[in-house]
């Protein structure tokens, strides 16, 4: 077996290390992560997803964005990240050379027993109708931007995305994975349909794959869709339960975590301020004012969510703190992560979704965590190193 990079995951956080005391990077960064985003944008997706292009140029390459059903259907997530890149790419702070293209590749549009489904009658993945999934759209608006997508979409005459249709999500991670053994991170924010297709089709994936950060998941605490499950599991438990099982270098981060790191109300309405270059805080290099009245207008419906259900104001910043999972020296400082086998209960009953993770291991007998990877689980988080890293880049 290849060893591709691997860093050790189970450092507790040291309060005092000097990498939580600035977000910056250090003049003796190592090269950028490649890194592949799986996404269903998705407000908290496009905070993500602006943050990774616009301010970690020297922390990550993004090589692609990949699209999966989950906050809205498969086709609102590709109109979503598209939109994202090509406002990113009018911002100027992503496209490296002119002409530069960042691929935007189809994934799945159902979760994987309804895919397995239409294998099973000869209709295919790709074709899978969609009409029976849940959409989040009382969290993220109708078009999953809080319904300013709109207001923000642009046609420019030279596109900055090059959109992968007719080719598939899992295709790509693994010709990236093939490219670049050991080198890329796939940062899985939604459902994980695509991932399992992935080590599924692909299974030279679980050497060539670096490293894969999944947000999802509720461990010792309640769900946000149901008190078992999360939201991004339930979306698809059996894509979940397979890809847990599927490969060690695994990073998860759930609600035990990404609900303690929130940005406030008043923070967000920071994001309307346009910032000039003497207000940057240096480094890292901060989200562009476009991209920060974007998030700020989209946020508003997800922000409003969020006072009527979780009774505060302000937002939760899961996929962003994912994202910062996936920096290695943020990852070591910021988070403490215990490991072991993680199953993903797959009855259609109350517990449907709901993530175990055995951290114990030592059983009389032997169980349905026998043989699995020990994955790397976020349990407890540096709340304020990690709001610092986020509230630079955001420049609020
Ligand atoms: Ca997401």
């Known amino acids: 077996m290849s060893s591709p990079a691997t860093t050790h995951t189970n450092a507790p956080v040291d309060a005092s290390s000097t990498r939580t005391a600035s977000p910056a990077s250090t003049p003796a960064s190592p090269p950028p992560r490649k890194l592949i985003i799986d996404t269903d944008p998705?407000?908290?997706?496009?905070?993500?997803?602006?943050?990774?292009?616009?301010?970690?140029?020297?922390?990550?390459?993004?090589?692609?964005?990949?699209?999966?059903?989950?906050?809205?259907?498969?086709?609102?997530?590709?109109?979503?990240?598209?939109?994202?890149v090509e406002m990113c790419a009018l911002a100027g702070s992503w496209r490296r050379e002119a002409g530069a293209?960042?691929?935007?590749?189809?994934?799945?549009?159902?979760p994987l027993a309804a895919l397995d489904e239409d294998d099973r009658s000869g209709a295919g993945a790709s074709t899978a109708d969609d009409s029976a999934v849940l959409v989040a759209d009382f969290v993220h608006g109708?078009?999953?931007?809080?319904?300013?997508?709109?207001?923000?979409?642009?046609?420019?005459?030279?596109?900055?995305?090059?959109?992968?249709?007719?080719?598939?999500?899992?295709?790509?991670?693994?010709?990236?994975?093939a490219k670049y053994p050991g080198e890329v991170t796939v940062l899985a924010?939604?459902?994980?349909?695509?991932?399992?297709?992935?080590?599924?089709?692909?299974?030279?994936?679980?050497?060539?794959?670096?490293?894969?950060?999944?947000?999802?998941?509720?461990?010792?605490?309640?769900?946000?869709?149901n008190p078992a499950a999360e939201a991004n599991i339930l979306g698809d438990p059996e894509a979940a339960d397979e890809v847990f099982g599927a490969f060690e270098r695994t990073f998860v981060v759930g609600l035990d975590v990404t609900t303690r790191v929130r940005l406030s109300g008043a923070e967000i309405e920071r994001l309307e301020t346009v910032l000039?270059?003497?207000?940057?805080?240096?480094?890292?290099?901060?989200?562009?004012?476009?991209?920060?009245?974007f998030l700020h207008d989209a946020t508003q419906f997800y922000k409003a969510y969020h006072l009527r259900v979780a009774d505060f104001?302000?937002?939760y910043v899961h996929d962003p703190t994912a994202l910062l999972l996936a920096l290695p020296h943020v990852r070591d400082a910021v988070f403490t992560f215990r490991r072991g086998a993680v199953r993903v209960a797959l009855a259609r009953d109350c517990a449907r979704g709901a993530v175990f993770l055995d951290a114990r291991r030592a059983w009389l007998f032997r169980n349905a965590w026998s043989d699995r990877p020990r994955v790397s689980v976020a349990m407890?988080?540096?709340?304020?190193?990690?709001?610092?890293?986020?509230?630079?880049?955001?420049?609020?």
């Open 42 to 84: 998705g407000v908290d997706d496009a905070f993500a997803i602006a943050l990774a292009l616009e301010t970690m140029s020297t922390e990550v390459e993004v090589l692609g964005l990949t699209t999966v059903f989950g906050n809205v259907r498969r086709d609102d997530a590709t109109r979503n990240a598209r939109t994202l």
């Open 101 to 110: 293209r960042l691929p935007v590749v189809d994934g799945a549009r159902a």
């Open 142 to 177: 109708e078009d999953g931007f809080g319904g300013v997508r709109g207001a923000y979409e642009t046609r420019p005459e030279e596109s900055a995305v090059e959109h992968r249709a007719g080719r598939e999500a899992a295709d790509f991670i693994a010709e990236m994975c």
């Open 189 to 225: 924010l939604a459902p994980l349909t695509n991932i399992a297709l992935t080590f599924r089709r692909h299974p030279e994936c679980s050497e060539t794959m670096g490293e894969l950060v999944v947000l999802g998941g509720a461990f010792e605490v309640n769900g946000n869709v």
């Open 276 to 293: 000039r270059d003497a207000d940057a805080v240096s480094p890292p290099r901060r989200c562009s004012n476009l991209l920060r009245a």
């Open 313 to 315: 104001d302000g937002i």
């Open 380 to 396: 407890d988080v540096d709340v304020d190193a990690a709001l610092r890293e986020l509230r630079a880049r955001l420049g609020v």
